[in-house]
DNA sequence: ATGCATACTATCAGTTTGATATATGGAAAC
DNA sequence: GTTTCCATATATCAAACTGATAGTATGCAT
């Protein structure tokens, strides 16, 4: 399940483009499954050399021309087959929890400053949820919605470890504040 | 807060070979910020070719020679500008939301194959953190108690939601399987 | 008129991954 | 008794990915 298999899953609901899939990677899958260009334009180019999608050119006025790919017959069978791996990953890469493990070299402030960063990251994907809506009409949405959901219960989860939990790290450069403040 | 600044922050405990940062990284740190060999001893060298720690070789018997790194006063200060960065990203890479979120073109069976294996992940996870428990003597591991605490809520998290909504997942397929087995 | 946003493509240095190689000693399996 | 596996320790490499940058055109705001 690297970036290639990703873009063609994305292909099998419709042909699309670079910056289509970017947009869609942004949106909704970009919160567990991040990807620039730098990724999605070679992974493209490959899966069209491999046969795995078909590359049709489409002139435009003005703007560079739309390559907008398209699943082809063994691309489906390729991503069968990558939908059949029984131990897919699930890595977390959190540049915000490495620097709290050293909380002890850091200073209330800038520990605050992290923490409140971090709120409004979580409360601004909680808004895009929200906007983005459950699709109950579509039987092919029951995925997106099971993930969005587990997005949801994460990110709440998230927030209120957080909010519970901050003040155990600025406790011990306050010393009991809350009574020495009355 | 790439791998260096990682590295660089976990010899402020003490110095360490390649090798004992690898177990660091697995043990305690790797849930949320991994790295392997080709990560670490790159990280090392380049720190060290910018004097930003000192190596040391120690011979052993019959095994490869050690190599001891401390870091320098230099090092310490790279470190505290690291900790200074006010937006730390938080990325997470899940092959395993991506599977999921084209449920619908899986069986039954294979939903169910990688549920139950992440369910495993997670169990193991929040084992290994038991096991480990919280420091409360050091003042320097309220980070670390921090950050387990951390992993512990939203793996605990991730569990319910998994158990909770799996059946939405698989509903569709099975159509009323409720009734049907009385 | 200058800057910025949107629409579209693409590249590239630097970083990371995951597998592999090398070498030895000890424990466990057969 | 010997093969096989694991732990200790280092290191490298192709392939993948990141994040920034670049180019080209339209339109909209200031």
Same mark, same amino acid.
């Given at each position: 399940?690297?970036?290639?298999?990703?873009?063609?899953?994305?292909? /099998?609901?419709?042909?699309?483009?670079?910056?289509?899939?970017?947009?869609?990677?942004?949106? &909704?899958?970009?919160?567990?499954? =991040?990807?620039?260009?730098?990724?999605?334009?070679?992974?493209?180019?490959?899966?069209?050399? &491999?046969?795995?999608?078909?590359?049709?050119?489409?002139?435009?006025?003005?703007?560079?021309?739309?390559?907008?790919?398209? +699943?082809?017959?063994?691309?489906?069978?390729?991503?069968?087959?990558?939908?059949? #791996?029984?131990?897919?990953?699930? #890595?977390?890469? &959190?540049?915000?929890?490495?620097?709290?493990?050293?909380?002890?070299?850091?200073?209330?402030?800038? +520990? @605050?400053?992290? +923490?409140?960063?971090?709120?409004?990251?979580?409360? #601004?994907?909680?808004?895009?949820?929200?906007?983005?809506?459950?699709?109950?009409?579509?039987?092919?949405?029951?995925?997106?919605?099971?993930?969005?959901?587990?997005?949801?219960? +994460?990110?709440?989860?998230?927030?209120?470890?957080?909010?519970? @939990?901050?003040?155990?790290? =600025?406790?011990?450069?306050?010393?009991?504040?809350?009574?020495? /403040?009355?």
């Amino acid at each position: 399940m690297d970036v290639k298999t990703v873009c063609l899953g994305m292909l /099998t609901s419709g042909a699309a483009s670079g910056y289509d899939l970017k947009k869609y990677f942004e949106s &909704s899958f970009g919160h567990f499954f =991040v990807a620039g260009y730098g990724s999605i334009y070679p992974a493209l180019s490959s899966l069209a050399e &491999s046969g795995l999608v078909t590359c049709r050119d489409i002139p435009q006025e003005g703007k560079p021309d739309r390559k907008v790919y398209s +699943i082809t017959a063994a691309g489906r069978q390729e991503l069968m087959c990558a939908l059949a #791996k029984p131990k897919p990953g699930h #890595k977390v890469r &959190s540049e915000f929890l490495a620097m709290l493990w050293f909380a002890h070299l850091m200073s209330h402030e800038q +520990i @605050n400053t992290v +923490i409140d960063y971090r709120l409004d990251e979580v409360d #601004k994907f909680l808004d895009m949820l929200d906007e983005l809506g459950d699709c109950d009409e579509h039987e092919e949405c029951t995925g997106a919605n099971f993930v969005a959901g587990f997005g949801r219960a +994460i990110a709440t989860a998230c927030k209120n470890y957080l909010e519970e @939990n901050r003040h155990t790290l =600025v406790a011990g450069k306050t010393k009991e504040l809350k009574s020495a /403040t009355g």
